[in-house]
């Protein structure tokens, strides 16, 4: 380690997005924060993902960059950054924004993450797997900044890895919001988050709405959490509820215990209420990682993507659902639109009776 940078005064990290690669960066912010009580820690976000940082008690200032804004955006934030004289910027984005504004910054050190772009592409296209070894992507932020001699824990006294923050105002909307949808405290709640960022990564919305009437005939209360984008989802899910409700002896009850709050909540109002669930169940989405960020036991149901990409849940509360028997997986490191053989084997092939099993062993059924 050089000596300019053996005991940094400004560091910088740049993650624009999206809200799970943000989460996955929190262990890094620790790290550096123990390591080096006294230096100003700052981040740069993507203006739609503030929210995930906005509370963050490490962080001394957030910057925005708002895509909207274009070039005139990047240019003016990168002037605000090469006023500061950064010791140390982190890039663990690496696109073109990233470099723009590591460029404009001009500070003495630069470091980076890998990305494995050669053994992934190898992966993804050909199955050929030398990605068994390499690390999950937290620890692989952690690893870029080795150079600044940090340490990772974990959450002091949690035992988990990512951590998220909330103000009372988040508290009182999460609160609110469940009291006007007929919330029972003293029921147990399931929360169900059956949105992600591709087709490829989504569990079919049917087997959500047949594991929620499952759920509810037990005596659970079930929660539906997402954005304005997954009210469709939100509402195949109810449907298949109601379905089962027609069929069964405790249909009055079931129709108290279903809440959709699908574009109700802000994201940090989500978390809020995540905390308050005895399990989520989500697919290889942000709102999973919301879950291990506020220790919330989690069934994470994959499809297109694998434990070697990176993402996979990591504390011990948290468990996995997939089809293992594909030798198509993973056919992308993000996902698709649609599955790229038509046949959709690696969720529809996951049965909700599957995940029904794991939630019992987990709720302690």
């Given amino acids: 380690m050089s000596a300019h940078t053996a005991s940094p005064e400004k560091i910088l990290i740049i993650r624009l997005s999206a809200i799970g690669d943000i989460l996955l960066a929190t262990p890094l912010l620790r790290a550096l924060r123990q390591k080096h009580p006294q230096a100003k820690l700052d981040f740069v976000v993507k203006t739609d993902f503030a929210d995930v940082l906005r509370h963050h008690p490490e962080i001394d200032c957030l910057y925005e960059l708002n895509p ?3 070039w005139t955006e990047l ?8 006023h500061e004289h950064y010791d140390v910027v982190l890039d663990i984005h690496k696109n073109f924004r990233s470099r723009y504004l590591v460029h404009a910054a001009k500070p003495r050190q630069v470091l980076r993450h890998r990305k494995h772009v050669l053994r992934r592409w190898l992966f993804v296209k050909t ?3 030398f990605m068994r070894e390499i690390p999950p ?3 692989r932020y952690l690893a870029a900044a080795a150079p600044l001699g940090i340490t990772a824990t974990p959450a002091p006294g949690l035992e988990r890895w990512l951590e998220l923050f909330w103000s009372a105002n988040e508290e009182q909307e999460a609160a609110r919001t469940l009291a006007e949808n007929n919330w029972q405290p003293d029921l147990p ?6 949105g992600a960022g591709y087709f490829t990564k989504r569990w079919p919305p049917e087997y959500f709405g047949e594991l929620a009437a499952e759920f509810m005939n037990s005596g659970n209360q079930v929660v539906v959490l997402g954005g304005p984008h997954d009210f469709g989802l939100a509402k195949i899910v109810a449907k298949r509820v109601e379905s089962a409700r027609k069929l069964s002896a405790n249909s009055g009850q079931m129709r108290a215990r279903f809440i959709d709050l699908t574009g109700a909540l802000s994201l940090l109002a989500s978390a809020a209420v995540i905390k308050r669930c005895q399990l ?3 697919n290889d989405s942000g709102l999973m990682h919301v879950a291990e960020a506020v220790g919330t036991p989690l069934i994470a149901i994959f499809g297109s993507t694998t434990r070697e990409l990176g993402f ?5 509360t948290s468990r996995v659902v997939e089809n293992h028997d594909l030798n198509c997986r993973p056919c992308s490191h993000l996902g698709y639109r649609q599955c790229p053989r038509g046949h959709f084997r690696c969720m ?3 049965l909700p009776a599957e995940v029904l099993t794991v939630a019992n062993k987990i709720l302690g059924f």
């Fill in 348 to 350: 529809r092939e996951v």
């Fill in 68 to 70: 909207a804004g274009g």
């Fill in 75 to 82: 240019r003016s934030l990168g002037k605000r950054l090469q």
């Fill in 280 to 282: 989520l169940v989500a």
């Fill in 137 to 139: 992507i937290y620890q």
């Fill in 189 to 194: 709640l399931i929360g169900l988050a059956p």
């Fill in 127 to 129: 199955k050929i797997n």
């Fill in 312 to 316: 996979f849940p990591q504390i011990a």
